[in-house]
C-alpha cells in the first residue's frame, strides 16, 4: 500500500513521498514567530495542518527530512533573502479572478473618480493615481484598467491614470506581467471585453492587450514592511481586498495606518466584502455606494 503523497516537482513529474514529517508544536510556533514578524500573517493554533501542507512542497524539494530542517536552512544568512520569497508564495492564497468585485469598479468609475478628476481639473493636476495592494495574478489591477479605458478616459483625455498592482509572492507577479490567463480567470468577464481586449489562444489561453497590460506596472511590496510602505505615498485611490483577513488584530492596525498614510487627502480606500474597519481605525469617513462601501481619507 502507497502510505505516501503524490506532489509534482519542479519539473512536473510526480513522485511519492515516503514518510512524510509531522510538524511539530513547538517548529510550528517557530514558524508562525517567524512568519508574523516578517509579513504580519498570524497562523492560529487550528491553522497548524495548513501551515504544514503549505511548508511540505519546499522541504520535500530541498530534499530535507522535517520542519526543523526547513527551518533551520531558511534562518541560514545566505539562503534567507532567496528563501523568503518562496516562503511568501507558500503561505498566501491567490484566489481571484477579473471583474471580481463588480460594485467597486462601479462606484469607481461612476462616483469616486468623477469627484477625483473634478478636484485635480480645479488644482491643475493631472494623474490619478490607483494602487491594487494585492493584486496576485493581475486581475484585479487589469479590471480597473479595463473599467477606466471603457468609462472614463474617453471622457478626460487630457488625464494620466497611473495604476500599480503590489503583492508580496513574486511568482504570481510575473504571471500578473505575462497578461495570460485561463478560462476560470475570466469567467466573469463581459463577452464584449473579452472580444476586445483579449486574445484566445487555441489552448484557451486568453491573452490581455499591451493596451491594458501598458496601463498597469507591477512590483514585490511587503504590506507589513514600515520602510517599504514609505515609498508608495500620494495615491486617490488604494484596492486592498481580502489582506485583512490574514491579520491579527495590531497587524490590522499597523498595515491599516499605512494604507492611510498612502492616500491623498480625498482618497478613497476598498476592503473585501468579508472585512471591516471596525475596531481597526477611526481614520477613514465611510462611503456607502450601491451594493458596496468605500473608505474615505478626509484630513
Not at 519539473?11 to 513547538?26: A, I
Not at 492611510?260 to 455606494?289: C, D, P, Q, V
Amino acid at each position: 500500500m502507497n502510505t505516501g503523497i503524490n506532489l509534482i516537482d519542479n519539473k512536473g513529474y510526480y513522485s511519492t513521498v515516503r514518510n512524510t514529517p509531522n510538524l511539530s508544536n513547538e517548529t510550528f510556533g517557530k514558524w508562525r514567530k517567524l512568519i508574523y514578524e516578517n509579513c504580519g500573517i498570524y497562523f492560529q493554533d487550528n491553522k497548524k495542518y495548513l501551515l504544514e501542507s503549505r511548508l511540505l512542497k519546499r522541504v520535500i524539494y530541498l530534499g530535507l527530512d522535517n520542519y526543523e530542517e526547513y527551518f533551520d536552512y531558511m534562518n541560514f544568512y545566505q539562503n534567507k533573502v532567496k528563501e523568503i520569497t518562496y516562503l511568501y508564495d507558500a503561505i498566501t492564497i491567490n484566489e481571484t479572478f477579473f471583474f471580481r468585485n463588480q460594485p467597486q469598479l462601479d462606484a469607481l468609475v461612476t462616483n469616486i473618480l468623477p469627484e477625483l478628476i473634478s478636484d485635480k481639473i480645479k488644482t491643475g493636476k493631472k494623474k490619478i493615481r490607483i494602487w491594487s495592494a494585492a493584486s496576485s495574478s493581475g486581475e484585479e489591477a487589469y479590471s480597473i484598467a479595463i473599467s477606466i479605458n471603457e468609462f472614463v478616459k474617453p471622457k478626460y483625455p487630457q488625464l494620466e491614470f497611473e495604476i500599480v498592482g503590489t503583492d508580496i509572492s513574486s511568482s504570481v507577479l510575473e504571471t500578473a506581467k505575462k497578461g495570460k490567463y485561463k478560462m476560470y480567470a475570466v469567467r466573469n468577464t463581459p463577452e464584449y471585453y473579452l472580444k476586445k481586449y483579449f486574445r484566445q489562444s487555441a489552448n484557451n489561453v486568453y491573452e490581455l492587450s499591451s493596451s491594458v497590460k501598458d496601463m498597469v506596472t507591477y512590483k514585490i511590496l511587503n504590506l507589513y514592511d514600515d520602510i517599504s510602505m514609505r515609498t508608495m505615498l500620494g495615491f486617490d485611490v488604494i484596492f486592498c481586498a481580502n489582506v485583512l483577513i490574514y491579520f491579527d488584530q495590531s497587524s490590522k492596525i499597523k498595515v491599516v495606518s499605512n494604507l492611510y498614510n498612502s492616500l491623498s487627502r480625498g482618497g478613497y480606500l476598498f476592503i473585501g466584502y468579508s472585512e471591516t474597519l471596525h475596531n481597526i481605525s477611526k481614520a477613514f469617513k465611510i462611503m456607502n455606494f450601491p451594493k458596496t462601501i468605500a473608505y474615505k481619507k478626509e484630513a
